[in-house]
C-alpha cells in the first residue's frame, strides 16, 4: 500500500487548508485515517472514516473545523482544515489499516500503513 500526502502549507490563523491522501495498491484496507503529529509530541488521531463510507469519528480538538472525505472512485481521502488555529500546525499524515474507527482509533499503533505526511503551518 502506497499513500502520498499533499496539499500542505502556511496559513493565517482563521484560513483554510484541504490536505488530500492518494491511495495506490492493496486498497480493500476498511479504514483510513488523519493523524497530527506537532514537534516533540505523539502522533495523535484527528479524523477516521470507514470504506464505504459511514459517520466519521473526529478528535475533539477539530470537531466542527476539520471534515474527512473519501473519493472512493479515485482512492483519494481528504481532510478539509477550516477556522484553522496556530495549535493545528503540525505535520499531518494519512493511514489506513483494518481496526476500525472505535475505542482507541487515534492511536499510532493501531494503524499499519503510512504516507510521508504534508507540513502544516498556522501563524
Known amino acids: 500500500v502506497q499513500l502520498v500526502e499533499s496539499g500542505g502549507g502556511s496559513v493565517q490563523a482563521g484560513g483554510s487548508l484541504r490536505l488530500s491522501c492518494a491511495v495506490a495498491?492493496?486498497?480493500?484496507?476498511?479504514?483510513m485515517g488523519w493523524f497530527q503529529q506537532a514537534p516533540g509530541k505523539e502522533r495523535e488521531g484527528v479524523a477516521c472514516i470507514p470504506r464505504p463510507y459511514d459517520s466519521a469519528y473526529y478528535a475533539d480538538s477539530v470537531k466542527g473545523r476539520f471534515t474527512i472525505s473519501l473519493d472512493s472512485a479515485k482512492n483519494t481521502l481528504y481532510l478539509q482544515m477550516n477556522s484553522l488555529k496556530p495549535e493545528d500546525s503540525a505535520m499531518y499524515y494519512c493511514?489506513?489499516?483494518?481496526?476500525?474507527?472505535?475505542?482507541?482509533?487515534?492511536?499510532?499503533?493501531?494503524?499499519?500503513?503510512w504516507g510521508q505526511g504534508t507540513q502544516v503551518t498556522v501563524s
Open positions: 493511514a489506513t489499516g483494518p481496526y476500525g474507527c472505535g475505542a482507541g482509533w487515534y492511536a499510532s499503533s493501531r494503524w499499519p500503513y
Open positions: 495498491g492493496y486498497t480493500s484496507i476498511n479504514y
